[in-house]
Every structure is written in structure tokens, then in C-alpha cells.
């Protein structure tokens, strides 16, 4: 299957330096090979790219750590009468969370950067008020049937409630939530990059917004490149690592 994979990338590049390189050199639509080195060169030394693209980085993972802490805080709360009570009735942070599930991402965005321009955090706001909800949203609906049992156990040797939740149960699902994070990975780059082209500051929307302003394809086609590759690379790094410190799962 890998094998087959790597002859496709093979045949792809290939095909496309054999159609944009030399016979379609001059399309309006996908850059030459040489055309994207340029691209790369200005990038580098006219766009600060590699400052603006540590920038979107440091956004995207420092959301979900904060997401991630945001979450263990409110699990208990979130989950508490769906152990106690033996239910699947929804608690009251389920219900506002809820809310934010149906209101389109873009429009979240365009709010607050509206209402905090100069704000040099409001990408990090934007992606946690975006992205939270749909983390505690995810959370709540696990099955946790098969837990109960611990919680009731140590309670009844006196174990605060809440510390069985986060300790414990929270413990349990860590597996299910960061499966869901790496699903959401490319997501969480999207709603930075948007965020950044809407405020038109530093990360590499912000360079995308001006590229964006002069139609200049290659370089939008270069970024594309390179950002997609990162996510890619990062995705595969995460997995493995997900799968060392998961392996109990």
C-alpha cells in the first residue's frame, strides 16, 4: 500500500514539472516548478515568511493547549450528571456550548476582530471561542458506559467527585479526544490562517491577504504548498506519538 502511495507521488510530480515546466509553462492557473523556487526566494526574503509561518504555528498549538486545559477544567461539569444520575439528559454547559455549534465559524471571526481590531491575541480568541465548543460538544456525546464503574468504586471510598472526573474518568477518554484533535488538525491551521488574512497582521494569512491583493498565483500556490507539507508532516509525527503514549488505548 506505501509502496503504491509513493509511486502515485512519483507519477504526480512528475507529470506535473513534465505539463507546467515544459509544455504549459505560461498557464494562468498552476505555476512552473522554477516559477515556485522564485517564489520561494521572495517569500523568504521579502515576506519574512519564516517569522509570519512560526507565528501561525505557535497559534495553532497554543490553542489547543489551552483548549485542552479549558476542557479537563469543565469535564466534570460537563459530565457529572450524565455519570451521577445514570443519564444521557444534557447538562446546562451542553446547552449554551450547543449554541455556538450552529453559528458558521467565519461569522465567529469576523465578530471578533470587529470588536477588537488591534487586539494582537484575537487569533488566539477566535480559535478557542471556535474551537472549545466543539471539543465540549464532542466530549459530552462519548460513551462512557464502561467508566462508571471506577467512578462509583472510589467515590464510595470517599474520593472527591470531581476529582474522579478529571483524574480518572477524564483519564479514560484522553485517548477519544486527542484521536479527535488530530482529526480536526487541518482545521485548526484553517481557522488560524483565516483569522490572520481577516486581520491582515503577522502569520502567514496576513501575507495571503496582501499576496491575495495583487492576484499573484505563484505565491499563493507556494504557500499552499509549503503549509499543506507542514500540516502533513506534523500529522504524521502527532499520529506516531499518539500511538507511544496511546498504546494502552
Given at each position: ?174 485517548p477519544e479526544y486527542f484521536l479527535d484533535q488530530l ?12 483569522a490572520e488574512f481577516i486581520q491582515q497582521k503577522e ?32 500529522q504524521k509525527v502527532l499520529n506516531l506519538l499518539y ?7
Amino acid at each position: 500500500m506505501k509502496s503504491n502511495k509513493i509511486k502515485i507521488i512519483i507519477f504526480s510530480l512528475v507529470a506535473y514539472i513534465a505539463l507546467f515546466e515544459f509544455l504549459f509553462p505560461l498557464n494562468g492557473f498552476f505555476p512552473s516548478v522554477t516559477v515556485i523556487f522564485l517564489s520561494l526566494t521572495e517569500l523568504l526574503q521579502n515576506y519574512n515568511f519564516a517569522l509570519n509561518l512560526i507565528s501561525t504555528f505557535a497559534a495553532v498549538y497554543v490553542t489547543i493547549l489551552f483548549n485542552f486545559l479549558f476542557t479537563k477544567i469543565l469535564f466534570p461539569y460537563l459530565i457529572r450528571k450524565k455519570v451521577e444520575q445514570d443519564s444521557s439528559d444534557s447538562s446546562s454547559i451542553h446547552s449554551i456550548v450547543s449554541i455556538f455549534i450552529y453559528i458558521p465559524f467565519i461569522l465567529i471571526a469576523l465578530l471578533i476582530l470587529t470588536w477588537f481590531p488591534d487586539f494582537i491575541l484575537d487569533k488566539y480568541i477566535v480559535a478557542i471561542i471556535i474551537l472549545l465548543p466543539k471539543n465540549l460538544m464532542e466530549i459530552s456525546e462519548y460513551d462512557i458506559s464502561n467508566h462508571k464503574n471506577y467512578f462509583y468504586f472510589y467515590n464510595s471510598v470517599g474520593v472527591d467527585k470531581t476529582s474522579i472526573l478529571n483524574k480518572i474518568i477524564f483519564k479514560l477518554i484522553e485517548p477519544e479526544y486527542f484521536l479527535d484533535q488530530l482529526k480536526n488538525h487541518s482545521l485548526i491551521w484553517s481557522i488560524i490562517i483565516i483569522a490572520e488574512f481577516i486581520q491582515q497582521k503577522e502569520g502567514v494569512g496576513g501575507i495571503l491577504r496582501t499576496v491575495f491583493k495583487y492576484q499573484d498565483i505563484s505565491l499563493i500556490f507556494t504557500i499552499t504548498i509549503i503549509v499543506s507539507l507542514l500540516i502533513f508532516v506534523i500529522q504524521k509525527v502527532l499520529n506516531l506519538l499518539y500511538n507511544k503514549v496511546y498504546f494502552w488505548k
